[in-house]
């Protein structure tokens, strides 16, 4: 049988009193690093953690299928179309661009925001509840491409 050593506990009013003593104001990230010996002295770069969202990859389905299963007909009795796919950009994508002039509530200038649809010139993204669209010609920057999750602080 393995000796553990390196294991250790500690109460809680000894963790309040590290946070309390260095006035570290109370969540759960900054518990957990108050806890003990090692707590006593600990300096935080951050103040706030972070918050992580899955938002998925959307679906994957390639074609639209009836109940029964089989692949969806339109009224001429065609196969439906698969939605086009481009590739230079994504949904989820969080890109930075430059508006040019006012369209609908949204005043021009520099925006950073996750794109909703993909067009088969730039992109569409949602600002104070309006969808804008955007040339890709247009001042754009990708600063982080869909991985599938949100972050924020």
Known sequence: MENFDTVKCWTGGRTKFNRCSQGIEKSHSADAACVGESGANIRMLVTRALLVES????SRQVRRCNSSGFPALNKQGQPIK????????SSGD??????DKDRKAVKAGTYTA???TPTPKGFEVKLNGFRVSSAMESLVRFVHRNDGYSYEF
Not at 55 to 58: A, E, L, R
Not at 82 to 89: G, I
Not at 94 to 99: A, T
């Open 55 to 58: 938002k998925g990859h959307g």
């Open 82 to 89: 698969p939605k086009a796919v481009y590739t230079h950009c």
């Open 94 to 99: 969080i890109v930075k661009f430059k508006l």
């Open 114 to 116: 996750r794109v909703k």
